[in-house]
């Protein structure tokens, strides 16, 4: 018996696709007024590319399609509508970030295998998502959080995965006013999983993703520490110190922020779907340049919702970042006023800008790139996660992008002279 395709709704697919339209506008906008050393028409490349792999969602012909946002929401950009307990917004906007990564591997993939890859990591990237708005709107503890997200991630790369048994464990773990995501999550987690185990390369990289997924669950479990009904800042200290970094210099919350972040684990995932197997044993450099981008996209996200994290009860890691010995003393965040500068953030993004230098160094000691694809990559990756500020801050989007010119100019350069 044929196994039913795995697919999205059209809605979802259109949402997506136009999150890539519109952030890939504002970025060739961007272009006509900085210097960034990739040509826009490189860059429209690049977004065309993302759309049509996107489109090959559509219409695939399965008779269930998993719609990913409520089905009460409008079909709309807008950030600022009423949500639920899962920000389905946001999420999928940093989904449709997740499908640009696709870019560097879709020449090693058949169009079947590149439209699994597409959806697998549009599905991981809303289970994070969910996850992640589950555990900070809901009562858990650090063990409460570490329980769920281990029951959930490893049931994706899960060689015997098994439905029911996967649900009768969840549903204890997961808060009664939260039980209405139950489906959601379970539906996900199927799905993934039968597009990853049978993708030619998963269980090949099964041990790396294991390893990434670990790490996740241990960075998230510790974020309960951020939050209002358990702040610790100097407990999360003490613990993140001991992750593991390639380089000494950094810092704990960098470690951390690395930690809960997902950009390795969708280059994985495409490789999953390659027609030649990826040897990681290899390909070090690589690893430690998406360690860095992982720090960099947590810290684009934090910068940004600062002051909504904190209203909501959250110290979230930019914060920490710029407020580090003061947050280690803090013993409550009610009626705290961190009192940030317009300097603070400057000084914040250019110590981002800082591991986007060393992110673009580690990686292309791996990859030629002659399609400029690391340099698009890199100036997307602010656009994204960084939207909310769009009309708004465009200001320190800019100081960001002028920051890590230098080291995109001469990326591009190396690029020209491969090609």
């Known amino acids: 018996m044929p196994k039913t395709t795995v697919r999205i709704s059209s809605e979802d697919v259109s949402f997506l696709t136009n999150n890539v339209l519109r952030l890939g506008s504002y970025a060739e906008n961007l272009l006509d007024s900085f210097n960034f050393g990739i040509k826009s028409e490189q860059l429209a490349k690049h977004i065309r590319g993302t759309c049509d792999n996107l489109d090959m969602l559509l219409g695939d012909g399965g008779l269930f399609p998993i719609t990913l946002r409520p089905s009460s929401q409008p079909d709309s950009l ?54 992640d708005d589950l555990v900070d709107k809901g009562s858990y503890s650090y063990m409460d959080a570490k329980d769920i997200y281990h029951h959930v991630l490893a049931s994706m790369t899960d060689l015997d995965f098994d439905m029911n048994a996967f649900k009768k464990r969840l549903v204890p773990k997961i808060n009664r006013r939260q039980i209405h995501m139950f ?37 998230q479990a510790l974020t309960m520490f951020q939050k209002e009904e358990s702040f610790n800042i100097g407990k999360v200290r003490r613990i993140a110190r001991k992750f593991y970094a390639p380089s000494e210099d950094i810092r ?61 009860g959250i110290a979230n890691l930019s914060l920490i970042a710029m407020r580090e010995d003061e947050m280690c003393s803090v013993r409550r965040l009610t009626n705290y006023d961190p009192m940030l500068t317009i300097d603070d953030y400057k000084d914040h ?41 769009i009309g708004k801050r465009d200001d320190l989007i800019c100081t960001y992008l002028e920051e890590i010119s230098p080291a995109l100019i001469e990326l591009s350069k190396k690029a020209s002279a491969v090609a």
């Open 252 to 312: 704990w919350h960098e470690r951390l922020s690395a930690y809960v972040s997902g950009g390795t684990r969708y280059n994985l995932i495409d490789m999953s779907f390659t027609d030649e197997n990826f040897d990681l044993d290899d390909l070090q450099h690589f690893l430690e340049g998406w360690y860095y981008y992982d720090i960099i996209v947590v810290y684009l996200n934090n910068i940004v919702n600062v002051r909504q994290d904190l209203m909501d």
């Open 349 to 389: 993004i250019g110590r981002i800008a800082q591991m986007s230098s060393r992110a673009i160094a580690a990686v292309t000691k791996d990859f030629e790139d002659p399609e400029n694809y690391y340099p698009f990559i890199t100036i997307m990756m602010p656009v994204v996660m960084m939207a909310d500020w």
């Open 78 to 131: 807008l950030e600022d509508e009423p949500i639920d307990l899962w920000n389905w917004s946001q999420t999928l906007r940093y989904a449709a970030g997740a499908t640009m990564i696709s870019q560097k591997y879709s020449k090693y993939m058949s169009k079947e295998n590149l439209r699994k890859a597409i959806l697998a990591k549009v599905l991981y990237k809303c289970q994070t998502g969910i996850l």
């Open 183 to 219: 489906e959601l999550i379970a539906t996900i987690s199927s799905s993934f999983n039968r597009l990853y185990v049978d993708s030619p390369n998963g269980v090949d990289l099964f041990y790396q993703m294991e390893l990434l997924d670990e790490r996740v669950i241990l960075g």
